[in-house]
């Protein structure tokens, strides 16, 4: 494949906030194997210390890595230092899975905005990348829906104003609504700013796929461990969901990484999409791989009917790769059942 014309140098340095995170470690590999320097963000040093050590440890021998602590990214100007220095920016994190809006969406604003007012005065700082979700735009049902840019879930933000008392249940609602008010205020950022910078965002569905380190197998959002080990708390998280849409995490991975590089977009909302799918039939690929294995009873659930504009995100990974269409579900959970066997045997 020919050498692409890019926003930012290689050997440019990059700033992935919430660099511990499943997403982030993908976003920080391709970033390092494009000859590309990373800087992360975490809360916690010695609780992440295996990014440095471990997963990241040749890279940051060699100078391309380094974790910076940002322990509180609500305070004010928590970024400031972070930035220094940066020409992209890849804003991962996000705040947990809380039934009080109260604790969560006015909090997820002000950290959009505060990593963006760091971004603005920083003067190397060319690109900015923001992870959004599915959730932003829908509360997946079985209605025939087609999502395009301007897809919102603004229901999703009514229902988690909705009075107390604040169940858990209410958590999924809450953190919708958290990534639908977070991209709106990136957005009006942009038209109210005028940033120096180019801004996309990502739009992932349900992330799937190899795990490059063991702490994300065994976090409580992973389907596949989920599945594998008949984790009773974690499925009963799925049953409420009649299904889900698949996108694998090189791909969502691969998107952050073109949306930053890539001199052709610009404040685009972007699609990270897959294939429609039931926690049965990806059950059926789980028992085809481990035969021997003894999985939970099939699930209740049929597939979502849920479509999106995603041909950009297509054409940008044919073209930073060279792949036609999106991973398959296939290929998808065989690299996660690779790892997945291995810790879990």
Known sequence: ??????TIPKGSLVLVTGANSYLASHIIQQFLERGYKVRGTVRNIERTSWLVQD?????????????????????????????????????VATLGFDPNPNNVLPQIVAVTNSILESALKEPSVKEFVYTSSLAAMVIPNMDPTHLTSDSWNDAAVKLAWAPPPYEPARAFIVYAASKTVAEKALWEFVEKRDPNFTVNSIIPASIM????ARPHAELPQMFVTALYRGDLVALQQLLPTPGTIHTDVKDTALLHVAAALDPEIKNQRLFSWGESCTWNEILALMRTIAPRRDFVDDLPGERLKLTADDAKSLDLLKKWTGQEGWTSLKETITDNMTNVMMWFP
């Open 1 to 6: 494949m020919s050498e692409l014309n890019v």
């Open 55 to 91: 997963l990241f440890k040749t890279a940051t021998e060699n100078g391309n890595f380094e974790l910076v602590l940002v322990p509180n990214f609500i305070a004010p100007n928590a970024f400031d230092e972070c930035v220094k220095g940066v020409s992209a920016i890849i804003h």
């Open 209 to 212: 796929g190899e795990f490059l």
